[in-house]
């Protein structure tokens, strides 16, 4: 499964997904930091890589319907620092054992993780 890290994330969000054997990417890495979320959706769908983020406007399925994409993942930590997110990142892995994003939008929240397609 491959990755794309969106740069809200911290740097080591792709480090320890690499070190649990995934393939993943950082916005930052391919230089498209500050590129419209139309942009990254696009190289996400082109990429065929599933995007995590902390943009919420990913979580709106009219404007980015999950069956159109890899994946998408939306971390929804309490607070934005870099234990409570890497925290949800390791949510996400335990997760990962045992389902896929494929063609879904994945809400990761500190208790509980959504699962939502479209149509």
């Known amino acids: 499964m491959t990755f794309k890290i969106d740069e809200n994330l911290p740097k080591d969000a792709a480090e320890l997904l690499r070190s649990h054997g995934f393939d993943a990417e950082t916005v930052s890495e391919e230089r498209l930091a500050g590129a419209d979320d ?4 696009a190289v996400v769908q082109r990429e065929k890589r599933v995007l995590i983020t902390l943009d919420l406007d990913f979580s709106d399925i009219r404007t980015y319907p999950p ?22 990142l390791r949510r996400l892995l335990k997760a990962l054992e045992n389902n896929r994003p494929d063609r879904a939008l994945w809400i990761v929240e500190p208790d509980r993780i959504r699962y ?3 149509g």
């Open 116 to 118: 939502r397609r479209s």
């Open 67 to 88: 069956e159109r994409y890899f994946g998408i993942v939306v971390l929804r930590p309490k607070a934005q620092d870099k234990i409570a997110i890497m925290a949800l």
């Open 38 to 41: 139309g942009v990254i959706a």
